[in-house]
C-alpha cells in the first residue's frame, strides 16, 4: 500500500496568516502517460463529513475559495491556505487515487491561535 | 443537485447482520463509482473500496476483503454496505461518495454510525 504521511498534525494559525499543510507519499503518485499527479485535499469539519477542495494535485474544485491552493508532485504535495479564516478551522486530508487502496493521510488539524 | 443520502444510525450486538444503504440522486447512477470510508471514533479516512453501479464491479481494500459486502440496487439508485457478522471493532461512521469525474471523491453522503455492541 501506498503509505501517505502528512506534517504537521496540528497547527494554530492566527486569522489572516498563512497555513501550510505537507502531504508525502511513500510511492510516486504522478502518472507520467498524463502528467498527472494523483493526490487530493479534503476537509472535514466537525460533525460534517469530508469535503473535496483539491484534486489533481492543484485543480480546486467549484466554489473552493481561492485562498485555498495545492502544489507539489511526485512524492511531496502541499495544502496551503493563504489567509486563515475562522470557517476554515477543521481537519485537512490528503488521498493518493493513483492505485488502490486509494489511502488517507492521518490528517492535520487546523486550528486558530 | 447531486445528492448522496444514507440510512440512519445503527445499534447492533456483535454478531448481528447488518445492511446500511446509501440513495443517490441528481445524477445517472451508473457512470460513477460508489466509494465507502471508515472513520473510527476520533480517527482518520480509511478507504474501504468501491463498487461500480453499472456492473457491481468491485474493488476492496484488502483490510476489509472477506469482513464487508458491497452492493447495488439499479432500479432504486441505491448502494449498500453490509456486515453478516458484526464485530465490537466495527463501531465506527461509515460515509458513502461518489468517485467523481476527477477520480476523487468528489460529493459525500452525510454518514452512517453504526455501533456494535453488548
Known amino acids: 500500500d501506498i503509505v501517505m504521511t502528512q506534517s504537521p498534525d496540528s497547527l494554530a494559525v492566527s486569522l489572516g496568516e498563512r497555513a501550510t499543510i505537507n502531504c508525502k507519499s511513500s510511492?510516486?503518485?504522478?502518472?507520467?502517460?498524463?502528467?498527472?499527479?494523483?493526490l487530493a485535499w479534503y476537509q472535514q469539519k466537525p460533525g460534517q463529513p469530508p469535503k473535496l477542495l483539491i484534486s489533481w494535485a492543484s485543480t480546486r474544485e467549484s466554489g473552493v475559495p481561492d485562498r485555498f491552493s495545492g502544489s507539489g508532485s511526485g512524492t511531496d504535495f502541499t495544502l496551503t491556505i493563504s489567509s486563515l479564516q475562522a470557517d476554515d478551522v477543521a481537519v485537512y486530508y490528503c488521498?493518493?487515487?493513483?492505485?488502490?487502496?486509494?489511502?488517507f493521510g492521518q490528517g492535520t488539524k487546523v486550528e486558530i491561535k | 443537485e447531486v445528492q448522496l443520502v444514507q440510512s440512519g444510525a445503527e445499534v447492533k450486538k456483535p454478531g448481528e447482520s447488518l445492511k446500511i444503504s446509501c440513495q443517490v440522486s441528481?445524477?445517472?447512477?451508473?457512470?460513477?463509482?460508489i466509494g465507502w470510508v471508515r472513520q473510527m471514533p476520533g480517527k482518520g479516512l480509511e478507504w474501504m473500496g468501491i463498487i461500480h453501479p453499472g456492473d457491481s464491479d468491485t474493488r476492496y481494500n484488502p483490510s476489509f476483503q472477506g469482513q464487508v459486502t458491497f452492493s447495488v440496487d439499479k432500479s432504486i439508485n441505491t448502494a449498500y454496505l453490509q456486515w453478516s457478522s458484526l464485530k465490537a471493532s466495527d463501531t465506527a461512521m461509515y460515509y458513502c461518495?461518489?468517485?467523481?469525474?476527477?477520480?476523487?471523491?468528489?460529493?459525500w453522503g452525510q454518514g452512517t454510525f453504526v455501533t456494535a455492541s453488548s
Open positions: 441528481g445524477y445517472s447512477f451508473t457512470t460513477y463509482w
Open positions: 488521498q493518493q487515487y493513483y492505485v488502490p487502496p486509494r489511502t
Open positions: 461518495a461518489r468517485q467523481g469525474g476527477s477520480q476523487a471523491f468528489d460529493r
Open positions: 510511492q510516486n503518485v504522478l502518472y507520467s502517460s498524463n502528467s498527472k499527479n494523483y
